[in-house]
């Protein structure tokens, strides 16, 4: 299995409710990611997990939470999103360090909207 | 901290054409380099990497990049382009992490156009 799966792939959320984001890969990569894409732009890096532990944080604001709970999934539990917050969600998994693998898999993306 | 600049934000070619996208980077050390490409509304796909080695590297879908460390460079080329080329092609650059994981700088995106 060389995928990194994530659902929803479309959420539309008002500003007071919780949602939450899923993301799965079977590579037996112990790192994955949280991307931010909005429109017409790059990926901006939002958390990093190794190991199951954060890494990194790129001072993301707290209304959005991540959780690895095991080596395999990463989730991003969401709660009283901004409008601004609408964009496309990508995780992605790869190697942990360098070396031949080094690359990441990304997952097609969770379209989310805030209204 | 790494950098990555495409010049190019728009690129028109007609199919069967060939095709260089620029990307330019700035790294402290031995860069890790890559181009992703992404179709409207998915996800990114890896298209070549290189982290050491050969400074000509070969890709899937018939793209190849060169990696030119005096120019700080890395363009994506392709011989003739297909009209399923079009896209937005990411240029990145990746660091390793304190902690663990490695952290992927892209560039703004160029936007290929391929006409008939």
């Known amino acids: 299995d060389t995928e990194v799966t994530q659902t929803p792939k479309h959420l539309v959320m008002g500003m007071t409710n919780k949602k939450s984001l899923k993301c799965e890969q079977h590579?037996?990569?112990?790192?994955m990611y949280w991307y931010k894409q909005k429109a017409k732009k790059p990926p901006e890096l939002m958390f990093v997990?190794?190991?199951?532990?954060?890494?990194i944080n790129e001072s993301v604001p707290s209304r959005f939470s991540p959780e690895c709970p095991n080596s395999s999934l990463l989730n991003l539990h969401l709660h009283a999103l901004q409008p601004e917050d609408s964009a496309l969600y990508l995780c992605a998994s790869s190697q942990v360090l360098g070396g031949g693998d080094y690359g990441y898999t990304f997952g097609s993306g969770t379209r989310l909207t805030v209204v | 901290a790494q950098s990555v600049t495409q010049p190019d934000i728009h690129i028109t070619v007609s199919e069967g054409a060939s095709l260089e996208l620029r990307c330019n980077y700035s790294y402290g050390a031995t860069p890790y380099l890559f181009w992703y490409v992404q179709s409207p509304g998915q996800g990114l796909q890896l298209l070549l990497k290189y982290f050491s080695g050969d400074t000509l590297v070969q890709g899937i879908k018939g793209f190849e990049a060169e990696f030119k460390r005096s120019q700080s460079s890395f363009n994506l080329r392709k011989p003739s382009v297909h009209w399923s080329d079009a896209a937005e092609y990411f240029c990145?650059?990746?660091?390793?992490?304190?902690?663990?994981?490695?952290?992927?700088?892209f560039g703004t995106g160029t936007q290929l156009k391929v006409e008939l």
């Open positions: 990145a650059v990746g660091a390793v992490v304190t902690g663990g994981g490695n952290k992927l700088t």
């Open positions: 997990y190794s190991y199951e532990k954060l890494s």
């Open positions: 590579m037996g990569h112990r790192a």
